[in-house]
């Protein structure tokens, strides 16, 4: 039973553009929330992440809001360069493990 | 920098023979993670283990074995490969932030195992 949900596999973004990709979680005892990037043959690389405490948090061109009622977080990308095409995974902790998503796998046309 | 190494990128084994995959951190985690991706199921927990010669089972621990004898090396052990373990695999350490609470995950480049 998958906990963390992302339901677009692909997104393609214009070159500076924002891109927005989505993620959905079921289990509310997750307290925690983390972005990561992949690229092709490398291991994930984590991004930004954001407590359940908060609603939002940014690093730079990245930000990721957090609605708690909805049980939903977004990651915003703004503006998208090439280079942040790769594959993006969501994961939530409750503490003791980390649930990831299944993957959102973005390009970004020049 | 962490720095997570998985000795392998590629692995080319047959079915019935026992694997080996090598995982080694150099920050002094406490938490080590072996996981497995697959195209549409996203990462999927195998084991874990939060001390030396300690192992937790995660969501799909079946066909795996793990040891821990070192805290820096976490190896993951398919006794008897099959074909659907093929699979990239990729090995994770962790330290829990005690100011934050938070933790955060470091991955290892990842091993491409084809079984055949």
Redesign the interface.
Known sequence: DQQVKQNSPSLSVQEGRISILNCDYTNSMFDYFLWYKKYPAEGPTFLISISSIKDKNEDGRFTVFLNKSAKHLSLHIVPSQPGDSAVYFCAASDGNQFYFGTGTSLTVIP | DVK?TQSS?YLVKRTGEKVFLECVQDMDHENM?W?RQDP??????IY?SYDVKMKEK?DIPEGYSVSREKKERFSLILESASTNQTSMY?C?SSLLDSG?G?????????T?LSVL
């Not at chain 2, 549409?40 to 927990?45: F, P």
């Open positions: 997570v990128r993670f996981y549409g199921l996203g990462l999927r927990l874990f995660g990729l994770a934050t938070t933790e955060k995950l470091f991955f290892g480049s990842g491409q």
